[in-house]
């Protein structure tokens, strides 16, 4: 537990049997339970996440929002709900610093930054600097944020989580949990997080195909909340 609230990390991973063992082993011991839901991976990684102490869920469905929702759904008692990836490229011994300031009272959402933080060389490709300035830029015009990145590496309190009623399924899921914070009026922090370059190949921004799909998918939920009435959520939040 920190500070009395219990702590659940989720992570979803597709083919990441190289890196997952050094992701559980990083997170702090106050972190209560870590639920690794595997996407359909064919390398053994479920086995590794277990043989580390993990938890493990199974979505057979491919998609990033997929195997979130699928993690969030077996978590147990969560007072705040972290998200990371599986390919050790987010820090988790940075952990506190996004759960505190949820844990604290300060905030009910918080987003590690890897613009505002330090980005190792490499590890943020040409197309991903590009991807999340167009879509934070677009979002803080919309909506009157001051996103500065989509990074995956987050801490949310689990009721508002509820809230969110997050229903992407694929690329978009960390831009739609973003725009909904925006149209629910939760408490958003960013935090500057470290970021290094992943171990494996990318499914995303490692291939055109990836890039290609991700980048329609990101601008097109963000052009079909844009069309909504800008002082009324919709239906899915109320």
């Not at 990836?85 to 759960?99: A, M």
């Not at 809230?163 to 925006?182: C, F, H, N, S």
């Amino acid at each position: 537990m920190r500070k009395g609230k219990r702590i659940s990390v989720v992570i979803p991973a597709l083919n990441e049997s190289r890196a997952i063992s050094r992701v559980i082993a990083d997170v702090p011991d106050w972190v209560d339970e870590i639920v690794v839901a595997d996407n359909g991976s064919s390398d053994g990684t479920p086995d590794v996440a277990r043989r580390h102490g993990a938890k493990v869920v199974h979505e057979t469905e491919r998609g990033y929002g997929a195997a979130c929702l699928a993690g969030i759904a077996a978590c147990r008692n969560a007072d705040v709900i972290v998200f990371l990836d599986g390919d050790y490229s987010d820090h988790p011994d940075e952990l506190g610093l996004l759960v505190d300031p949820v844990v604290d009272g300060n905030c009910e959402f918080v987003i590690g930054s890897r613009v505002a933080g330090r980005a190792e060389r490499g590890a943020l490709t040409i197309q991903q600097r590009f991807g999340n300035w167009l879509a934070c830029k677009l979002m803080n015009g919309l909506w009157r944020t001051c996103y500065t990145d989509l990074g995956p590496f987050r801490a949310i309190d689990a009721r508002a989580l509820d809230r969110l009623r997050m229903q992407d399924r694929t690329y978009g899921w960390t831009v739609e949990m973003q725009i909904k914070a925006a149209l629910l009026g939760l408490s958003v922090q960013e935090v500057p997080v470290s970021y290094r370059p992943r171990i494996g190949v990318s499914k995303i921004s490692g291939t055109i195909k990836g890039t290609i799909l991700a980048g329609t998918k990101i601008l097109g939920l963000i052009g079909r909340y844009a069309l909504r009435p800008r002082l009324t959520a919709p239906a899915s939040l109320r």
